[in-house]
């Protein structure tokens, strides 16, 4: 009896030490992708309007706070990546992700569940801002890491798709709507 519980607490430590030094490792990274990227002027005015609330909307119960504080999809806390986080609003259900990556695995893995008006929403890499999905262009295959490792790197121009690639690599921009799952299995191997 003695070592079944000596063995479940081994057990417990050691799992619940691996998540903390994962998160410490997410935080490390996301700190030192994004601290040299906001000193840069690209020549880019990114100080304007989206016309859109970016409120989120209230939670009113823990299951739902439980529903904004970890991503939707894989399950990490989305305060570890603020920088990062994406969005879709389908009705009433909102849903929160980590990063671009974890909101398109989301919604192409469940096209036929989202409607038709779902709202997408990501967050721009210089401005931090959070812009419609549509209006990004999306870059893989930089040297950008993001919550979940590789990832598309979204901007709010192409002028500032091709300065990005000119820092850090990548592919030619494409747009939301263009996204296939074969797409993704690309920008994330």
Same mark, same amino acid.
């Given at each position: 009896m003695k070592l079944n519980y000596i063995i479940a607490l081994v057990a417990f430590v050691f799992t619940f030490s691996s998540c903390q030094q994962k998160t410490s490792e997410n935080k490390a990274n996301e700190t030192e992708? /994004?601290? +040299?990227? +906001? %000193? +840069? %002027? /690209?020549? /880019?005015d990114h100080n304007h309007d989206h016309g859109h609330d970016h409120d989120h909307g209230t939670t009113t119960t823990d299951k739902e706070a439980d529903k904004k504080d970890t991503c939707s999809h894989c399950g990490m806390r989305n305060e570890d990546f603020k920088k990062w986080n994406a969005y879709i609003q389908d009705g009433t259900e909102s849903y929160t992700f980590c990063c671009t990556r974890c909101m398109i695995a989301s919604k192409l893995e469940n096209k036929d569940k989202l409607s038709a008006e779902a709202e997408y929403q990501v967050t721009d890499y210089y401005t931090l801002k959070i812009i419609n999905a549509d209006a990004g262009f999306y870059i893989m295959g930089s040297d950008v890491a993001g919550p979940m490792g590789k990832d598309f790197i979204v901007v709010d121009s192409k002028k500032a798709a091709e300065d990005f690639i000119k820092d850090h690599g990548g592919e030619k921009p494409v747009k939301f709507k263009d996204i296939s799952m074969a797409m993704l299995m690309k920008a994330v191997k």
């Amino acid at each position: 009896m003695k070592l079944n519980y000596i063995i479940a607490l081994v057990a417990f430590v050691f799992t619940f030490s691996s998540c903390q030094q994962k998160t410490s490792e997410n935080k490390a990274n996301e700190t030192e992708q /994004h601290e +040299h990227n +906001h %000193d +840069h %002027d /690209h020549g /880019h005015d990114h100080n304007h309007d989206h016309g859109h609330d970016h409120d989120h909307g209230t939670t009113t119960t823990d299951k739902e706070a439980d529903k904004k504080d970890t991503c939707s999809h894989c399950g990490m806390r989305n305060e570890d990546f603020k920088k990062w986080n994406a969005y879709i609003q389908d009705g009433t259900e909102s849903y929160t992700f980590c990063c671009t990556r974890c909101m398109i695995a989301s919604k192409l893995e469940n096209k036929d569940k989202l409607s038709a008006e779902a709202e997408y929403q990501v967050t721009d890499y210089y401005t931090l801002k959070i812009i419609n999905a549509d209006a990004g262009f999306y870059i893989m295959g930089s040297d950008v890491a993001g919550p979940m490792g590789k990832d598309f790197i979204v901007v709010d121009s192409k002028k500032a798709a091709e300065d990005f690639i000119k820092d850090h690599g990548g592919e030619k921009p494409v747009k939301f709507k263009d996204i296939s799952m074969a797409m993704l299995m690309k920008a994330v191997k």
